[in-house]
């Protein structure tokens, strides 16, 4: 079984930086490919970005290409999300996910983080 629990999560101005983290409890992780979701207030949960095990395979969301970046520590068994130039559109509820197989779906996740809130306001 693994657990994951986010964190990093607050309130940032528009243009501004955050960095989220997941930890992963159990060496199982190393082997899974790891994901962000997030869950806009009144929306459906959408993928933000995927992550393989190595790290050799990545995939942005087009929301947030080119602004948002993912990464592993597989000793750390942590997930990171660093989120620059960030928009009042990128506030929502931000979940990692991890699964056997790459996925841009939430329910295909094996293992799921309770979320950790992020809140884009001047």
């Known amino acids: 079984q693994v657990h994951l629990r986010e964190s990093g999560g607050g309130s940032v101005q528009p243009g501004g930086s955050l960095r989220l983290s997941c930890v992963a409890s159990?060496?199982?992780?190393?082997?899974?490919?790891w994901a962000w979701f997030r869950q806009p207030p009144g929306k459906e949960r959408e993928f933000v970005t995927s992550?393989?095990?190595?790290?050799?395979?990545?995939y942005y969301a087009d929301s947030v290409k080119g602004r948002f970046t993912v990464t592993r520590d597989n000793a750390k068994t942590t997930l990171y999300l660093q989120m620059t130039d960030v928009q009042p559109g990128d506030t929502a509820m931000y979940y990692c996910?991890?699964?056997?197989?790459?996925?841009?779906?939430?329910?295909?996740?094996?293992?799921r983080g309770q979320g950790t809130q992020v809140t884009v306001s001047s």
């Open positions: 159990g060496d199982t992780i190393r082997n899974l490919h």
């Open positions: 996910a991890a699964g056997f197989y790459y996925s841009t779906s939430w329910t295909d996740s094996t293992y």
């Open positions: 992550i393989s095990p190595h790290g050799d395979f990545i």
